[in-house]
């Protein structure tokens, strides 16, 4: 699994993730925050399974 997101898209992604999870767990926004977890793992793991569906990287 060779990774497809670059550096500064990955950061962007972890920062909204943990953002969205957070706000979740505290109450500001409803538990469908918790779809912040897949811009957190994609960014953490470097690797976006839709960028390698349609064969693009950034």
Do not use: D, K
Not at 35 to 58: I, Q
Request: a positive charge.
């Amino acid at each position: 699994m060779a990774m497809n997101v670059g550096t500064a898209e990955r950061t962007l992604r972890v920062l909204v993730g943990l953002s969205l999870v957070a706000a979740a767990v505290l109450g500001f926004i409803s538990p469908l925050g918790y779809v912040g977890l897949v811009p957190l793992v994609t960014g953490l793991a470097g690797f976006c399974p839709v960028y390698r569906l349609f064969g693009r990287r950034s």
